[in-house]
């Protein structure tokens, strides 16, 4: 199922050093790495961060195209947004005016800012995603909620909740073209007429969804609690997060590259 | 003329990507019109994009295929499509899960609506089509979703014979129905097919297929592996083993007679009556039982 990929981010199988690092660590990079680039102040720092992006897209071993993919998608909304800055920044020496519009160059500077934070945010979490496989991905955020407990949050049922929405994604896309199908053969044409046209005809296709949802989640719940399911009990895990040496050896990089990227900001340049 | 024909249709999966699979592999064939035709095959065999690609679905990737004057290539475009539809009514497996409507009315009329019939004329097939899978009237007022599994099934079939289609395509529809369900809904296929319609079945019980259908359709990763009437099929126990199929139980019982010396007649017998009307003869004629 092609559409199922595109939501659940597009995991590559793959054996390089970073497939298998802890899913926590990369899932905390990852985070850090979106913080840091507001650091930079100035171009050098910039292009460090780029060059620790190749790094680790170099070490992901997947083809750059696949990378560009994740930018695609976005490509109007980061063009909207670097043509408003573009327009609406002003500062420097001006090259073009037009009423409230004008091009100077605090406002190349400003765009070109914002189109290299989107470029490295969106790559650094595909990276992440194309990585990390989505159950794993949801170990890790199990992990980061864990202390969460002592204020009473229920982690365990969270991730439960969590586990099982990745689990049945790919099971209501198949549902969906299923019903679609059997939709189209009575005569139901889906991409045709007008908005409320088409939207009125979501109906036939919405109702057996929600139906078909409520049931399958019924009949999860029966089986989950005929084998014994306990919310409340501890959990153990059928897969174990191990600290390897490797996960130490990320951590520690992930310190020095930030330790570069502020020294960037007192260079002169 | 012959109701449908394929010519060299291929259908790959996510095609022009490094992924592609093909599901359907230069297949031709000819069916006649009011023909009933089973067809078999293990899963993944390619049996459903077939029957896909004849409700105008999935469109073939190479190839092209035609139901009455309808012809789709890769290049159909949606009006095609839709005309296509109009003659062929497809029961999805587990046909239930398409119900939606408010009522049970409602939902059967659905489709022919969708065909442009006027709404009286609509509501008339609809109250054909549910009389004819013998559901009580007092459930046309009813929300679909109240009715018990069978009788939900039931329903959604009518959905699909209201529109009064030429081809109809059946996906395991006996699938988790009671053995009594099952029989009457052979049966009433079966009046259909007496009435001229053209069945298509896709089955996984060779009782059915050597029941009702005249002939059957063997699919094997992508490609047909036989097509011919139950009986020469079911007299080949090589081509059976081969294909993975197992035959009916009469045809067995036969089978395994002839193993142990005795042979009742060259036809095959492909029901349990048959079976026993020549096991009845032979011991009529003089010959004992063990042969």
């Known amino acids: 199922m092609g559409n199922a990929k595109v939501i659940l981010g597009a995991y590559v199988p793959g054996s390089s050093w970073l497939h298998q690092l802890d899913p926590r660590v990369k899932l905390f990079s990852c985070f850090w790495y979106v913080v840091i680039v507001f650091l930079a102040n100035n171009w050098l720092g910039y292009l460090w961060l780029f060059v620790v992006l190749g790094m680790l897209i170099a070490l992901s071993r997947l083809p750059l195209k696949l990378y560009w993919r994740g930018i695609k998608p976005l490509f109007w909304i980061i063009l909207f947004t670097v043509a408003i800055q573009l327009l609406f920044s002003s500062g420097g020496h001006v090259y073009w005016q037009w009423g409230w519009l004008a091009i100077t160059s605090g406002g190349f500077y400003q765009s070109a800012i914002i189109l290299a934070r989107f470029i490295l945010i969106i790559t650094i979490s595909t990276v992440l995603t194309a990585t990390t496989p989505t159950l794993q991905l949801a170990a890790a955020m199990e992990a980061f909620m864990n202390p969460l407990r002592y204020l009473h949050v229920p982690v365990n049922q969270i991730a439960v909740m969590l586990m099982i929405v990745l689990r049945f994604i790919p099971t209501i896309m198949d549902e969906t073209t299923k019903v679609m199908n059997a939709q189209r053969s009575r005569g139901v044409n889906f991409d045709e007429g007008s908005l409320i046209e088409r939207a009125k005809r979501l109906e036939p296709l919405l109702i057996p969804l929600f139906v078909g949802s409520f049931k399958r989640a019924e009949e999860l719940a029966t089986a989950m609690e005929a084998r014994g399911y306990d919310p409340d009990a501890p959990r153990t895990k059928y897969r174990v997060l191990h600290w390897h040496h490797n996960d130490t050896t990320a951590m520690v990089s992930l310190a020095v590259a930030t330790l570069i990227l502020l020294v960037t900001r007192f260079l002169p340049v | ?291």
């Open chain 2, 1 to 291: 003329m012959s109701a449908i024909e394929f010519l060299n249709v291929n259908y790959a999966y996510q095609a022009d990507t490094p992924m592609a699979t093909l599901a359907v592999k230069d297949f031709s064939l000819k069916l006649e019109s009011g023909s009933f035709t089973a067809i078999v095959g293990h899963t993944g065999s390619g049996k459903s994009t077939l029957m896909a690609m004849l409700d105008g679905l999935l469109v073939p990737t190479h190839g092209s295929l035609r139901v009455g004057e309808v012809t789709i290539d890769s290049h159909a475009d949606k009006k095609t499509l839709a005309k296509l539809r109009k003659g062929v009514g497809y029961v999805f497996q587990f046909p239930e899960s398409q119900l939606f409507a408010e009522t049970v009315l409602k939902d059967v009329m659905f489709g022919p609506l969708n065909m442009g019939v006027s709404l009286e004329q609509a509501k008339e097939q609809a109250l054909t089509a549910l009389r004819s899978l013998k559901l009580p009237e007092d459930i046309n007022d009813r929300s679909p979703f109240e009715l018990s599994g069978g009788q939900m099934r039931r329903v959604a079939i009518a959905g699909v014979l209201a529109m009064h289609p030429r081809v109809l395509i059946l996906d395991e529809p006996t699938a988790g129905l009671d053995p009594q369900a099952s029989e009457d809904l052979l049966n009433l296929v079966n009046q259909l097919h007496q009435k001229g319609t053209t069945i298509l079945m896709i089955t996984h019980q060779m009782e059915q297929a050597a029941r009702y259908a005249d002939h059957v359709l063997v699919m094997k990763q992508g490609q047909r592996t036989a097509f011919m009437t139950p009986h020469e099929l079911f007299g080949k126990p090589d081509l059976l083993k081969e294909a993975g199929i197992l035959p009916p139980a009469s045809v067995d019982f036969a089978n395994q007679l002839v193993v142990h010396g005795l042979k009742l007649t060259d036809e095959v017998p492909l029901t349990i009556e048959q079976l026993a009307d020549q096991l009845a003869d032979h011991l009529k004629q003089g010959g004992r039982a063990n042969g």
